[in-house]
């Protein structure tokens, strides 16, 4: 859809845009809600409604954007809402009755030992807690949270002088507030990853200076060097405290936990290397691994069942905590794994896998973003020439005899493997039959093997086999959703790339699926502001 448009966005009862879409119409859902996302910083996890007139005007969930037209109006339904908090009051004997210490728990930051018991927080959150499965990545927009009540009346007051005569806070007036506002702001960072890149800590620094200039710094060349660094001080801080409490995501770099041979700082690092955002989760509440591991128990049997998907999703989501300790801490072997954890070698399991990792939908953000860069990508790749120019021009003849969704998309990955430089034959491997596939499958350490004959279109007579470490995971009708998969058994897994493919993973990964796309190698950097 080419002709601009524009929509009515109800974002809450009391907040009513217009959402302006120069290109038209996105042509999916995922789109739209990743432009609506991006517009207006929306940090929640949503979805969105439409006002359908031939039901008077009622709110519909919106499945296609074609239900949609110039001036309509669509509403942003949370899914995650924030929690309500009721306060009781009752009478209590005031010769019994004890204070609640409602002060925010501070570290020590090297910079002050100034306590906070004489400052009232806005949102006491209590740290000793290790934190719960997270619900969102990094988001794309930081949003500086609200520090105690005397800590941002000074803000306040600092910003005023600051607009008025541009004077910023002095190291003497800074000292009192560091404690509070690192320790609200390591808070928050925490709540999307332990680790934060410099990227990210440059990211919270500037958005800080941003929404309180008397905190800039004159004799920085970006007005928020010092806070970067602070951050990453106050994060190491953070997380030091956080094992004592057996934060798993912590405690599994401690050197105790390794083994004899790789008890070095730099050995073996055991931490989220793939934008992972539950990377090692603790267990849900009032489980542990005794209890979990009946709960497995118990899986093996019901997935043996009928018509029992339900009760199996449910079984797999209690027990995610649990795959990913054997993942991380074992490493075990993947036919081992399989025998453990029979149904999560499922395509609807490996999303949900996949989600529960990474908060992303596996399969439907990989589709969209490859079939909105596709027409691009034809086109860089048609430049190349040589030998690499000669076999995209012999993959792009595969759309003369099958010229389908399925096969434009496969095409495009193909093409996109050579372009990169890399082999196909190190992502896909042909058979003619069954025969020959079962006696050389299990030499593949991670492939897509694409079995039978596909020259008749709709034949039946042909799969593709996702095969790891020697051994069938899933089977497949469809190559693009094969390469989808792959990715999301990685994950699952926590399998490292393999390297004769570095470059289509990374593409895979930071342009298709949206993750971590910020650190790109200069390849996937020229590739990205090409197609995108």
Known sequence: ??????????????????????????????????????????????????????????????VSTTCIVDKDTIKVVYIDAPPTVTLTLTDVDSSSASIP?????????????????????????????????????????FLIPRFSANTEI??????????????VFGTNDLISLLPDILGNLAETIFEYTAYPSSANLSQVAGALVKKHPCLKEPGSFNGCYGWIQRLKYKMNNFRCKLR????????????????SHEQTPAKNVKKAKKAEVNYLPPHPQGETSESLEKEREELLSEVMKKDNGQVVAGKMAKTFSLRRQEVIYEAPAIRDFMQRWPALFDARQINDEFKSITTVSLEATFMAKLDQCTQKLMGVVSSRGGASGARIRQIKDMLLEHN?????????IRCLVVYLGEKEEDLFKEYCDNEEFETS?????????????????????????????????????????SCALLMGIIYALNISYCKKLKYTFEVFQKLFLGLDGLRCSAKVIGLKNTIF
């Not at 302006?20 to 949503?46: K, N, R």
């Not at 100034?114 to 959150?125: E, G, I, N, Y």
């Not at 039978?452 to 042909?462: E, F, L, M, V, Y």
């Open 1 to 62: 859809m080419s002709q601009p448009a524009n929509l009515r966005l109800i974002l809450s009862d009391h907040n009513i845009q217009k959402l302006a879409l120069p290109s038209g119409i996105p042509g999916t859902v995922e789109e739209l809600h990743s432009i609506v996302q991006a517009t207006f910083g929306i940090p929640l996890d949503f979805c969105l409604h439409f006002k359908d007139a031939d039901f008077g005007n009622e709110f519909f969930s919106l």
């Open 101 to 141: 210490d409602f002060s925010p728990l501070t570290f020590d930051d090297g910079c002050s030992s100034a306590s906070s018991h004489d400052t009232l927080p806005v949102s006491p959150r209590p740290m000793t807690e290790i934190p719960a499965q997270r619900s969102k990545g990094w988001p794309a927009e």
């Open 154 to 167: 000074l803000l306040q007051s600092g910003n005023e002088k600051f607009s008025c005569s541009g004077n």
């Open 244 to 259: 004592g409490t057996g934060c798993p995501e912590i405690v599994v770099k401690s050197l105790k936990r390794k083994a």
């Open 404 to 412: 389908t969704i399925e096969m434009r998309r496969e095409v495009a």
């Open 441 to 481: 499958f299990e030499s593949h350490v991670m492939k897509i093997a694409i079995v039978g004959d596909r020259s008749t279109p709709g034949s039946d007579h042909w799969m593709a086999t996702i095969v790891m470490e020697g051994t069938k995971c899933l089977i497949e009708k469809d190559i693009p959703r």
